[in-house]
């Protein structure tokens, strides 16, 4: 029997990831800006993973769409929930890993596994952008830094700004008011970090924290937030070398999955 290749396509808020698997090892994956149609930014991650491995769309033999633009994908084969997607990612990255907090562009989930890499339960903030990517970016542009640069500016603190509000905007507005009241940027920065660390540990403690910890999701990237909820949850936090992916990831695990059954 050939090697078989299968794909995640995992379509987020802000970015549309794709990952190829060939029998259970990454061949090659791509990030691109999801932007105002989700079906073209999943057809733009294909087309580029498939251009990184070499090969045509013909060689692939499943294809998983996930995140919530999952029904916008036609040519995948199934569609399966980011919950079980970055659950699936996170136990085959690291199969000892019992909780998974992914904070993406729009929302932020705590995830829990049993020990065989299975969803146990899980809690979803969808309902407004406090905590999330889409926070950072708002605040990333008042504060005029990059992003990218957030962590960086979080490293010359020396102490964390108060911020008691977790609404984007009221937080904006204290952000505006530190700002005038000459407060140092980094010491700003450290303490939207220190926000979002409270709001995410207060979702992973109503599900009981159970070691050990993984974060996916393209705010992990960022190394502030990272460092403030392990501080705030008091427990190590695995970082896997490419965060944003590990929905995609598990798609195509799952895709393998399913291939491998129809195939016996």
Do not use: W
């Amino acid at each position: 029997m050939p090697d078989m290749i299968t794909a995640g396509i995992d379509i987020g808020s802000l970015s549309t990831d794709a990952v190829l698997l060939r029998d259970g090892e990454v061949l090659a994956y791509s990030i691109v800006n999801t932007g105002a149609q989700a079906r073209a930014a999943a057809e733009r991650a294909f087309e580029e993973v498939l251009e990184k491995a070499g090969i045509s769309a013909s060689e692939v033999d499943s294809v998983v769409a996930t995140g919530y633009g999952r029904m916008s994908v036609p040519f995948a084969h199934s569609q399966v929930t980011e919950i079980s997607c970055h659950g699936c990612g996170s136990a085959f990255l690291n199969p000892g890993v019992r909780t998974v907090i992914d904070i993406g562009g729009q929302d932020s989930k705590v995830i829990r596994l049993d020990g065989q890499g299975n969803v146990s339960d899980f809690l979803m903030n969808d309902k407004c952008a406090a905590g999330t990517g889409r926070f950072l970016d708002v605040m990333a542009d008042r504060l005029e830094l990059s992003v990218a640069g957030l962590g960086e500016e979080d490293r010359k603190a020396e102490r964390a700004a108060e911020i008691s509000s977790m609404c984007t905007v009221f937080a904006e507005s204290e952000v505006i008011s530190l700002i005038a009241q000459g407060v140092p940027r980094p010491e700003i920065v450290r303490g939207l970090h220190r926000s979002i660390a409270e709001r995410t540990a207060g979702m992973v403690n109503r599900l009981a924290l159970m070691p050990r910890v993984m974060m996916t999701g393209g705010v992990a990237k960022n190394p502030g937030v990272v460092r403030a909820l392990s501080e705030k949850l008091g427990t190590e936090i695995i970082v896997p070398p490419e965060p944003q992916i590990v929905g995609a990831l598990g798609a195509a695990l799952i895709a393998q999955k399913k291939r491998s059954r129809t195939a016996v």
